[in-house]
């Protein structure tokens, strides 16, 4: 079933407006208001849970080997994923995995 470039758009526009009214309602209303603690405990587990979430479909079922299971690109997560909690550096643990991924797939497998 398809649908039309209007409803398209129309559809577009509404999630574009609903994304900004969530970030609204709680960076507009609050402004510079203080956070309660527990909130902003809260908080800092958003990465932590919305990363997987985004990083597994591309380790599992990459798109560029048609969903198949592929050695490289685990092993580059695998090796970010020690990098990043071994020594505690995000920019680390990237560089890491990116040439563990580079090297696995021009050199390695």
């Known amino acids: ?9 129309f559809a577009i526009a ?15 209303i609050i402004g510079n208001a203080e956070l309660p ?7 800092r ?9 985004i990083i597994a479909p591309l380790v599992f ?3 560029a080997t048609d969903g198949a299971f592929n050695l490289p690109r685990f092993l580059a997560a695998l090796v ?3 990098v990043g909690v071994w020594r505690g550096n995000l920019l680390l643990a ?7 991924l580079y090297s696995m797939l021009n050199f390695g497998f």
């Open 1 to 9: 079933m398809s649908i039309s470039t209007a409803e398209l758009w």
């Open 14 to 28: 509404g999630l574009a407006f609903g994304s900004w009214l969530l970030r609204f309602s709680f960076l507009g």
């Open 37 to 43: 603690k527990w909130i902003t405990r809260h908080l």
């Open 45 to 53: 587990y958003t990465l932590v849970a919305v990363l997987p979430g």
């Open 61 to 63: 079922m990459p798109q």
């Open 80 to 82: 970010t994923l020690l």
């Open 94 to 100: 990237i560089a890491a995995g990116s040439v563990t």
